[in-house]
C-alpha cells in the first residue's frame, strides 16, 4: 500500500577517495603493490574455515627451462584433460626419467592433484592401477598419500580407505590423508573413530595437520563434549598454538554457538592469521550479533598484524550490511573491496550484489549484476530475489527468461524459491503455471520440498487454490510447512472455515502445528468472528508456551477485536513486552471500528508517548475514531500530525481527512482538501458527496457526481450510496428515482440493499409510503431490519396505521429480540394515542427481558472527548449541567417551547416524562458545552441513535436564546441549527 523508493545512490563517492571512513575509525589504505595482486583469491572463501591443505612435495620450477614434453603434460592435466594427460605419462614414463630432472614420482603426483581438481575419478583409478601395479611405485608412501587425498576429493572417502589398508607401509602423512579424507566427506564418526585408533594403536603424535581435521569433525557431529576434549588435548600437546588448529577451534565453537569459547580462543592464539579474524567474524555473524562483528572487522582493518581483508573476509561482512540494511556501511565496503582489488572477484560481487538488492537498491545491485562478466547461478539468483523481493513482478520475470537463455547457468531450486515471491496476485497465475510446467519438467518439484512448498502458497496467494490443493496433494511427504501454505492459503483467501478444516486433517496426521499455523489459523478465528474456536486455539498456545512471539500476539489481539472483545484484547496488548507499530494500529483500529472513538484516541495518545511514530494506518484509525464522535479539534491536530510525517501525499489519509472534516461539520475544510489533491481517486469523490450528502446538501452533491464524471472517474457502487443518501437527506425524490435506474441502465451496477435503503427511506419521508412498501417488496434481496425500521419510522411520521402494522409484523419477525424494534413500534401506536397497544409492547419488551439502547452523545472541548449518557448524574458537573438546562428552557418556554413528551414510553404523569426529556444525552452534552467554552463557540455533538422530536425542537431554539451554532451528528444525517432554524428543515 506504501512503498518508499530510496534515493540512488552515486557510484563515484567512493572512487575518489582514498581514506575510507568506517563509523569513526579511518580506514589505513593498505599497501598495495600493483603488480602483485593479493594472497591468491582464486578460491574463495578459501581462508575461512578451511582446513590446511596437506602439501608434500614443493617442486615447482620455472617452466620454460623443462622440456617441452613435460610443459605439454602440465598444460593436459591444467585444462583437465587428463586421459590424455594419462596416455603421455604412461607412454612417456621413461621420457620423463632419462630426459628431464624431474622424477616421474612428481609427474604421478602432478597427475592425481589434477584428477582430484578435476574430480576426474575415472582417471585416477587408471593412475590409481598403474601405481600399484609397478614395481617401482607401489611402495612409494608419498604417491599412496597423494591416492587417498584424490579419492577424498573426488568424494570417494571409502576408495581412501580401500588404498590406507593395502598399504603396507603407513607415516602420519598417510593417517592424516585418510583423517581429512573423511572429515572433508562428512565422515564425522569414521574421523573420530580414526584419531582414536591413531592415538591408541599407534606410536605416531597427532600434528597440526591431523587436529583441524578431528576438531571439524567435532563440529560435524555437533559434539560439544567431544570438541572440548580435543581442545584440552591440543592444550596438553601445545598444539594450540598452531594457527591452524585455534582456527579449526573457532569454527567448531562458531558451529556450536558458543561465542565465549571461539573469542577465548581467539584471544589466547600466540599467532592469528587472517583465517582466525575471519573465523570468529563469521561465529559472530552467523549467531546474528552484528555489532561485534563490525567491531571486529575494524580491529582487523587496524591491528598490528597488518592483515589485509581477503574475498573471505569481504563475504562474510558485506551479508551483514545486507541483513541489518546499512547500505552506507556497504558502499564503503564496496569501496574498499574495489581499493583491495576484490571488486573483479565473483564471490565478492555476488554478496555486493546482494546487499544492495536486499537494502532495496535495485539499480545499484543491477550495476555490478551487469557488469559481471562471469555470472554464475548465485549471481543470477541474488539478482531475481531483488526484484522479487522488492515485489517487481515484470523484473523478476524478465531476468528468469534471461537467465533461462544463459549457456553457462542453469535454473535451480534457489532460483524458483526467489521467484515464487513475485507471484502475489491473480494475474500473475499463468505466470505461475509456466514455472510450475518448468519445475515439474525438471524434477524440483519431486525432489524439493521447499519447492512444492513454495508452489503451494504461491498458488494461495493468487488465489487458485485449488491448483495449491493439487500440488499438495501430489506431494509425497507432506510437512508443517506444507500444512501451514494450505492452512495459510485458505485463511487468506477469504475460506476460514476450510482452513480449520485443514488444521483438523493435519492433526490427524499427527502432525503439531507451529508458529505459523497458529497465526493462520487465529486469523481464520478472526474472520469468522469465531471467539470459541480462538479461545481454543489460545489455550493451545498457552500450554505450549506459544505466547511470546510478537506476529502470534498481534494475531490473537486481532481475534479478539474481530470478536468485538475489546477488554480482552487490551489486557493482553497490555502485557506484550515489545509492542510494534503493527500492535497500536490493531489496537487503535479496534476500538475505532468497535465504536469505542474515545478509547481509540487513548490508544493513539499512548502510542506516541511511548515514541513510536505512526504510520498512515494509525492516522486513519485515530482519524476515524474522530470522525465518529465528531472531534475536530483533534482531527486537526491529526491534520497537522499527518503534514509533518508527509503522510498527506497518500491516498487513504486524504480520504480519512475529507471525511473527518465532513463528519465534523466542516465541509468547507473537506472541500479545500478534496481540491488539494492531485491525483482524485474514486474514493476521494466518494467520501466528498457522501459527505455533502449526510449535510443535506442534495444539490451540492448531484453536481459533484457530474464533475466525477467530466474528470474522468467511473463511479462506482459506493458513489450511488453517497449520492442517494444525499437525495434522500434533500428530499430530492424525483431525482433519486432517476438515479437509481440510470445506475443499471447507464453504469451497470446492480444496487445493493444499501442502495435500495435510502430509496425506501426517501419515499417513506415523502409519504410515499404505498410505493416505498412496493419497491421493499419487490427487492431482489430479502430486505434487512434496517429497511423495515426506516419504513416504520415514515408511517409514524405519517400516522399510516395499516402500513405501520404490515411492517412492524415483518420487523418483529426479523428481530424479535431487539430493542430498537418494540421502541419504534411502540412509537407509531404512542404517536396515535393508542396506549392500549403502546403498554401491550411495552409489556412485552419487559416479559422478554428487553431494554432500550442508552442513548450516548459526545462532545469535544479543549481536544478532550467526553461522553454523555442519558439520565447521566455521575459527572461531576451534573448538577451544573442540569441548572444550566432548566435555564435555558425557561428562556425557551418565553419564546413557545412545549415538551413534547409523545416519545416518553414510560406511563408516568406528565412532570416526570418532562424530566426524562430533560436527561436526553444530547442536551446534557450541550449544556455541558456551553458552560465550559466561550460566547459563540460552535457547539459540536454527536449522538449514537436517531434525535428525538423534542431535543431538535429544544436546540432549535437554544441556538436562538444562546446565540451559538450547535451542530448535531445523529446517526442519520447533521443538523446544523443556528438562530432558530435547523439545516434539516424538520425532515429527517
Ligand atoms: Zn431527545
Ligand atoms: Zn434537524
Known amino acids: 500500500m506504501y512503498s518508499v523508493t530510496p534515493p540512488p545512490l552515486s557510484f563515484s563517492c567512493y572512487l575518489h577517495n582514498h581514506n575510507l571512513h568506517l563509523h569513526n575509525i579511518t580506514i589505513r589504505k593498505p599497501k598495495i603493490n600493483t603488480k602483485t595482486p593479493f594472497p591468491s583469491f582464486t578460491t574463495a572463501k578459501s581462508s575461512l574455515l578451511s582446513s590446511p591443505t596437506i602439501s608434500l612435495h614443493k617442486t615447482e620450477k620455472n617452466a620454460a627451462s623443462e622440456p617441452y614434453s613435460q610443459q605439454r603434460f602440465h598444460n593436459l592435466c591444467d585444462t583437465g584433460n587428463l586421459n590424455e594427460a594419462f596416455n603421455f605419462l604412461q607412454s612417456n614414463i621413461d ?134 576434549t580435543i581442545h584440552a588435548f591440543a592444550l ?106 576484490l571488486g573483479g572477484e565473483l564471490k565478492v560481487n555476488n554478496s555486493l550484489t546482494d546487499m544492495y538488492s536486499k537494502c532495496g537498491y535495485l539499480c545499484e545491485a543491477r550495476v555490478l549484476f551487469d557488469m559481471n562478466e562471469d555470472k554464475n547461478v548465485v549471481s543470477w539468483n541474488s539478482m531475481i530475489g531483488g526484484y522479487s523481493k522488492e515485489g517487481d513482478f515484470r523484473g523478476t520475470f524478465d531476468l528468469l527468461r534471461k537467465m533461462q537463455m544463459e549457456e553457462k547457468v542453469k535454473v535451480n531450486e534457489v532460483t524458483l524459491l526467489n521467484v515464487l515471491p513475485a507471484c502475489v496476485e491473480e494475474i500473475q497465475f499463468l505466470n505461475l503455471k509456466e514455472i510450475h510446467g518448468y519445475a515439474v519438467r525438471h524434477g524440483f518439484i519431486q525432489s524439493d520440498e521447499l519447492v512444492a512448498n513454495a508452489f503451494v502458497a504461491g498458488y494461495a496467494k493468487c488465489g487458485s487454490l485449488d491448483y495449491a ?179 498527506i501525499d497518500d491516498s487513504f489519509v486524504t480520504c480519512s481527512l475529507i471525511d473527518m472534516y465532513a463528519k465534523s461539520g466542516c465541509m468547507e475544510q473537506s472541500q479545500n482538501i478534496f481540491d488539494r489533491v492531485h491525483k482524485k481517486d474514486e474514493a476521494s469523490w466518494n467520501v466528498l458527496i457522501s459527505g455533502y450528502g449526510i449535510h443535506g446538501h442534495g444539490l451540492k452533491a448531484i453536481e459533484l457526481f457530474k464533475s466525477m464524471q467530466s474528470a474522468g472517474c467511473r463511479p462506482d457502487s459506493f458513489t450511488f450510496v453517497g449520492l442517494l443518501m444525499a437525495c434522500n437527506h434533500a428530499g430530492l425524490v424525483a431525482e433519486g428515482l432517476e438515479y437509481l435506474s440510470q445506475m443499471q441502465s447507464l453504469f451497470d451496477i446492480k444496487p445493493k440493499l444499501q442502495h435500495y435503503a435510502c430509496v425506501v427511506d426517501m419515499l417513506g419521508r415523502a409519504g410515499r409510503l404505498n410505493e416505498a412498501l412496493k419497491l421493499v417488496n419487490e427487492l431482489p434481496d430479502e430486505p434487512d431490519s434496517g429497511i423495515w425500521s426506516s419504513l416504520l419510522s415514515s408511517c409514524r411520521n405519517y400516522g399510516d396505521l395499516d402500513i405501520g402494522k404490515e411492517v412492524a409484523k415483518k420487523l418483529l419477525e426479523l428481530g424479535p429480540d431487539k430493542a430498537e424494534n418494540y421502541v419504534l413500534i411502540s412509537n407509531l401506536y404512542a404517536g396515535l394515542g393508542k396506549w392500549d397497544e403502546v403498554r401491550k ?93 466561550a460566547k459563540g463557540t460552535t457547539l459540536r455533538v454527536c449522538k449514537n441513535l436517531r434525535i428525538c422530536v423534542d431535543c431538535h425542537n429544544a436546540i432549535k431554539l437554544v441556538s436562538k436564546v444562546a446565540k451559538r451554532e450547535i451542530i448535531v451528528r445523529d446517526n442519520k444525517r447533521f443538523h446544523h441549527f443556528k438562530k432558530g432554524f435547523c439545516s434539516c428543515g424538520d425532515y429527517w
Open 841 to 933: 409492547v411495552r409489556q412485552k419488551m419487559k416479559d422478554i427481558g428487553l431494554q432500550k439502547d442508552a442513548g450516548c452523545s459526545w462532545i469535544e472541548i479543549g481536544g478532550k472527548v467526553y461522553r454523555f449518557v442519558v439520565g447521566d448524574g455521575s459527572l461531576l458537573e451534573s448538577k451544573k449541567i442540569q441548572q444550566t438546562w432548566i435555564k435555558l428552557e425557561k428562556k425557551m418556554i418565553k419564546i413557545g417551547y412545549e415538551p413534547d413528551t409523545s416519545c416518553v414510553l414510560h406511563e408516568l404523569e406528565e412532570e416526570e416524562k418532562i424530566k426524562i426529556l430533560r436527561s436526553h444525552s444530547e442536551k446534557l452534552a450541550i449544556s455541558f458545552g456551553l458552560l465550559n467554552t
Open 236 to 341: 596438553k600437546t601445545r598444539l594450540f598454538s598452531d594457527a591452524f588448529v585455534g582456527n579449526a577451534l573457532i569454527a567448531m565453537y562458531g558451529k556450536f554457538g558458543v561465542l565465549e569459547s571461539a573469542v577465548k580462543v581467539f584471544e589466547k592464539m600466540p599467532e592469528r592469521n587472517l583465517v582466525s579474524w575471519n573465523s570468529i567474524m563469521y561465529a559472530y555473524s552467523e549467531k546474528g550479533v552484528f555489532e561485534e562483528s563490525y567491531d571486529l572487522f575494524k580491529g582487523l582493518l587496524n591491528g598490528k598484524e597488518g592483515l589485509v581483508p581477503d574475498v573471505a573476509t569481504m563475504v562474510t561482512i558485506i551479508p551483514i550490511c545486507a541483513a541489518q540494511g546499512e547500505v552506507k556501511l556497504g558502499v564503503v565496503l564496496h569501496g574498499l573491496a574495489l581499493k583491495l582489488g
Open 469 to 647: 490443493e493439487g500440488v499438495f496433494c501430489g506431494m509425497e511427504s507432506k510437512t508443517a510447512s506444507s500444512w501451514n501454505a494450505m492452512i495459510g492459503g485458505h485463511a487468506q483467501n477469504g475460506f476460514p472455515r476450510k482452513a480449520l478444516d485443514f488444521y483438523l486433517l493435519m492433526r490427524d496426521f499427527g502432525l503439531d502445528p507451529d508458529w505459523f499455523t497458529i497465526g493462520s489459523l487465529l486469523s481464520a478465528c478472526a474472520r469468522l468472528k469465531s471467539l470459541s474456536c480462538g479461545k481454543e486455539i489460545h489455550g493451545f498456545m498457552l500450554r505450549n508456551g506459544l505466547q511470546l512471539d510478537e506476529f502470534i500476539g498481534i494475531s490473537l489481539v486481532s481475534l479478539y477485536v474481530q470478536c468485538g472483545k475489546m477488554l480482552p484484547a487490551k489486557l493482553f496488548f497490555d502485557n506484550m513486552e515489545e509492542k510494534s507499530l503493527v500492535c497500536w494500529n490493531t489496537m487503535i483500529n479496534g476500538f475505532s471500528q468497535n465504536e469505542l472513538p474515545c478509547d481509540a484516541l487513548d490508544m493513539f495518545r499512548q502510542m506516541l508517548s511511548s515514541k513510536i511514530w505512526p504510520d498512515e494506518i494509525a492516522i486513519m484509525g485515530a482519524l476515524g475514531a474522530c470522525s465518529q464522535v465528531s472531534a475536530l479539534r483533534l482531527g486537526k491536530e491529526l491534520h497537522c500530525f499527518a503534514m509533518k510525517a508527509r503522510l
Open 95 to 228: 621420457d620423463v626419467v632419462s630426459f628431464s630432472n624431474v622424477k616421474p614420482e612428481d609427474a604421478i603426483g602432478h597427475l592425481l592433484q589434477a584428477c582430484g581438481r578435476h574430480r576426474d575419478i575415472e582417471v585416477g583409478r587408471k593412475v590409481h592401477e598403474f601405481v600399484s601395479t609397478s614395481s617401482r611405485f607401489q611402495n612409494d608412501v608419498i604417491l599412496i598419500t597423494r591416492i587417498v587425498t584424490m579419492y577424498s576429493n573426488c568424494s570417494s572417502p571409502n576408495d581412501s580407505r580401500f588404498v590406507f589398508d593395502v598399504s603396507r607401509k603407513k607415516n602420519l602423512f598417510l593417517w592424516n590423508a585418510l583423517l581429512s579424507s573423511y572429515s572433508r566427506n562428512a565422515l564425522f564418526h569414521e574421523a573420530v573413530c580414526l584419531f582414536v585408533e591413531l592415538i591408541s594403536a599407534t606410536e605416531f603424535a597427532p600434528d597440526n595437520f591431523t587436529l583441524p581435521c578431528v576438531i571439524k569433525a567435532c563440529a560435524g557431529l555437533s559434539d560439544a563434549r567431544l570438541g572440548e
